[in-house]
Nanobody, 117 residues
């Protein structure tokens, strides 16, 4: 099983990023996929999830700003981050399972998102 995140970076407040996760080694099309993040000095936090049929879930802190999507043909899941705030800073992880963090079976190495002026 492999999950490889990309697309992170440094962005100013109000900016946008698009995170991607390339998945392999498991049956992606029937798996719920989740994005979680970890801010410096804090625990892992649920951000967004998408079921195998496309039902989406969002943390209250990102509703209306972030959009999750998936492409089962490409075994990929995406997270569009808009109107970024400094408090969105952290390492973003793609994970199998969710949306409850307790149901996550495996996550990738993560991609750093830094929101700063």
């Amino acid at each position: 099983v492999q999950l490889v995140e990309s697309g992170g970076g440094l962005v100013q407040p109000g900016g946008s990023l698009r995170l991607s996760c390339a998945a392999s080694g498991f049956t992606f099309s029937i798996s719920t996929m989740t994005w979680a993040r970890q801010a410096p000095g804090k625990g892992l936090e649920f951000v967004s999830g998408i079921s195998r049929v496309g039902t989406t879930y969002y943390a209250d802190s990102v509703k209306g700003r972030f959009t999750i999507s998936r492409d089962n043909a490409k075994n990929a899941v995406f997270l569009q981050l808009n109107s970024l705030k400094p408090e969105d800073t952290g390492v973003y992880y793609c994970a199998i399972g969710g949306p409850a963090l307790a149901t996550i079976r495996q996550r990738g190495q993560g991609t750093q998102v830094t929101v700063s002026s």
